[in-house]
């Protein structure tokens, strides 16, 4: 996993429509040259646009060859077409890269295998063909294998750790072992919990450049954001930790007082202090996974049996259902809670949120799915409907879930936008979602390495799992 500094969020632009247009039409259709004689399982997708994320362009009526799990080719025709055994007529339909979801969460055991198998389905009906695991698990590297294996129907898997807090960590040399350990084990990277003691932290991180481990996640309270952004996470996620960064010290409050993620120090805010604060996170080149949605549905002042109530609820087993009711009815009627005040505490959050946007710095798209009233894959239309509020142009939301993470990775080579060579990851939507991100929510069909997954087979699936989800 890459950290901030090899991200290059800010894709470079072509000065004037006419040049830049022409440009992308030259760098997608003239790669890859197909074969006068297809070979037996190379797929023609047809009449389909394709939605350039980099350039935030749509290249219209074009063909795309897929085989052996590669795009072959992409441009305004293909000779011999047909001859292809496999054609699909996308009938006027967006390619899109598939998704990434960055702050994803699997199940483990004793889940059954069953219903981990189930949400990473229904992450993919939703067009989200990477997850980065945020509490990990042994059996999330046994799944992680499964899948590069092509023996998992599921998204690619970046698992992080199992948490590292204030209970796992609770001094210099108990960091020290588990970092140590969970670097050997293959995680992907450590994930870090509230509660961990600053001095337990910097051992925490001087040994985990010395395993060469990134770490993500939270901000613990005695580590505070600043220290937090010059130790180079790899991202904060939820966007931690900076609405108590704008608290001045002159407030002399209880730094454990801050409530969730900040809320308790909303009226002590001074937003005045913003700009300093980005231009921090942005010179430490640590990016932000800004989980907007968990705060605009689990801690918003919305009744629970109305989001209940969508429809995408019906593939979550009701005793999920039933917790989560419960631990939103639980916050609102906490005394410490109050309407207005969540109304101050979420403009602070988008105003950063749009901010760091602005200044380039490294927004990558992630709901924190299945918590609360987040359904794995339906979530994050529900995350980029709270980028949309921050103020962030559709194309910049779309880079956020496709571009940005690939650099993230450095998978670039293999996914993010959709060239000749890279992997087939894609999804075919209804509309184009540079004018209307609505759009990803019409999902039409899904390929996935050398696998087609068409809306009927989606829907199949997805049917089956909402049954055993009943009749749990």
Avoid at 283 to 299: I, K, M
Avoid at 332 to 345: A, G, H, R
Wanted: aromatic share 8%; charged share 20%.
């Amino acid at each position: 996993m890459k950290t901030r500094d090899q991200l290059n969020c800010s894709p470079g632009r072509v000065s004037g429509m006419f040049v830049s247009c022409l440009l992308a039409c030259c760098m997608l259709a003239c790669q890859g040259t197909p074969s006068d004689s297809p070979s037996p399982t190379a797929r023609l997708f047809t009449n389909v646009h394709v939605v350039d994320v980099e350039n935030g362009q749509v290249l219209e009526n074009q063909v795309m060859v897929v085989d052996s799990g590669r795009i072959q080719h992409i441009g305004p025709m293909v000779e011999n077409a047909g001859a292809y055994p496999n054609p699909i007529d996308a009938g006027g339909a967006y390619a899109v890269p598939g998704l990434t979801e960055m702050h994803a969460h699997i199940p483990s055991p004793p889940t059954s295998a069953r219903r981990i198998e189930e949400t990473l389905f229904l992450y993919l009906s939703n067009g989200v063909t990477t997850i980065r695991g945020m509490l990990g698990h042994p059996y999330h590297l046994e799944l992680r294998e499964r899948q590069a294996a092509g023996e998992l129907i599921s998204p690619r898997i970046f698992t992080s750790s199992p948490s590292l807090n204030g209970n796992t960590v609770p001094t210099p040399e108990a960091a020290r072992t588990l970092v140590g350990q969970y670097a050997s084990e293959g995680y992907d990277f450590l994930k870090i919990h509230p509660g961990i003691l600053r001095p337990v932290f910097d051992t925490l991180v001087a040994t985990a450049r010395e395993n060469a481990i990134p770490f993500a996640g939270h901000v613990p309270v005695d580590v505070g954001i600043r220290h937090a952004l010059e130790s180079r996470y790899a991202t904060i996620d939820h966007v931690d930790g900076f609405l108590e960064g704008l608290v001045p010290e002159s407030a002399n409050v209880a730094p454990a007082e801050n409530g969730f993620f900040g809320f308790n120090f909303t009226p002590l805010a001074n937003t005045g202090s913003m700009d300093a604060l980005v231009a921090l996170a942005l010179a430490y080149n640590v990016a932000v996974v800004p989980t907007q949605s968990l705060f605009e549905r689990w801690f918003a002042p919305t009744d629970a049996d109305s989001l209940l109530a969508q429809p995408e609820m019906r593939y979550m087993p009701a005793e999920t259902l039933a917790n989560w009711k419960q631990t939103k009815e639980a916050y609102m009627s906490d005394p410490s809670w109050d309407p207005d005040q969540w109304e101050q505490f979420n403009a602070i959050r988008l105003k950063l949120i749009g901010k760091l946007q602005k200044n380039g710095f490294g927004l990558l798209l992630g709901s924190d799915a299945p918590q609360v009233f987040n359904v794995p894959g339906f979530s994050i239309h529900h995350e980029i409907d709270g980028m949309q509020h921050a103020g962030i142009p559709p194309e910049e939301i779309l880079r956020m879930g496709t571009l940005y993470p690939a650099r993230f990775f450095g998978i670039q080579d293999e996914t993010g936008t959709l060239e000749a060579g890279k992997r087939a990851e894609f999804f075919l939507v209804g509309g184009n979602p540079l004018e209307d991100l609505d759009a990803l929510k019409d999902l039409r069909g899904l390929m996935l390495g050398d696998q087609w997954f068409s809306r009927e087979a989606i829907d199949a699936r997805l049917e089956e799992i909402a049954q055993n989800a009943a009749g749990e």
